[in-house]
C-alpha cells in the first residue's frame, strides 16, 4: 500500500498528475490554496499501487508517495 503526499501552498492546479495517474485516482479539487489555485487530491489512497508517475509529472515538486 502507498501513501501519497501533496504540499498544496506549491500546487497550480495544473492536472498533470490527473492525466498521468493509471488509475484514474487523482482530481484537482475545489479546495483553493493560499496562492488561489486549486489543489490536486486523491480520491482513493487504498487503490493507489505507488507507481509514482503522479510525482514524476509534477512540474513543482507536490507530490510526494511513500510505499
Given at each position: 500500500m502507498a501513501e501519497i503526499?501533496?504540499?498544496?501552498?506549491?500546487?497550480?492546479?495544473?492536472?498533470?498528475?490527473?492525466?498521468?495517474?493509471?488509475k484514474d485516482l487523482?482530481?484537482?479539487?475545489?479546495?483553493?490554496?493560499?496562492?488561489?489555485y486549486p489543489v490536486a487530491q486523491i480520491e482513493d489512497m487504498d487503490s493507489c499501487n505507488g507507481c509514482a508517475l503522479c510525482a514524476e509529472m509534477c512540474p513543482d515538486v507536490v507530490i510526494m508517495v511513500f510505499k
Open positions: 503526499m501533496f504540499i498544496e501552498e506549491r500546487c497550480k492546479g495544473c492536472g498533470l498528475c490527473v492525466t498521468a495517474c493509471p487523482l482530481s484537482v479539487s475545489s479546495k483553493i490554496n493560499r496562492a488561489g
